[in-house]
Nanobody, 120 residues
């Protein structure tokens, strides 16, 4: 199996920055796409950013120009740099990856989430 552990969440004021990290470990053969999603109370989960193994990235319109996703393939890490935070960014943020395990099983794995709170 694959375990994902997120870190870096917290409380910031409007305009502040946070950097989320997610470390993947376990019986990993290869990781393809790595994503960050978020879910605010009473709302559906939203895909925030995706990074392919090649480094190609996509972003939700709501975070373009403010958030940057990056990864370290050698260490199975993915990051989300969040700048110019606004109250609407308040949510639980989840790391998820499309991975192949050592047992040749390909599926998506999810972390436990880290809370980001932006106050005005």
């Amino acid at each position: 199996q694959v375990q994902l552990v997120e870190s870096g969440g917290g409380s910031v004021q409007v305009g502040g920055s946070l950097r989320l990290s997610c470390a993947a470990s376990g019986s990993i053969s290869i990781i393809y796409n790595m994503d960050w999603s978020r879910q605010a109370p009473g709302k559906e989960r939203e895909l925030v950013a995706t990074i392919a193994r090649s480094g190609d990235t996509t972003y939700a319109d709501s975070v373009k120009g403010r958030f940057t996703i990056s990864r370290d393939n050698a260490k199975n890490l993915v990051y989300l740099q969040m700048n110019s935070l606004i109250p609407e960014d308040t949510a639980a943020y989840y790391c998820n990856v499309d991975a192949v395990t050592a047992a040749r099983t390909r599926r998506r794995f999810w972390g436990q989430g880290t809370q980001v709170t932006v106050s005005s």
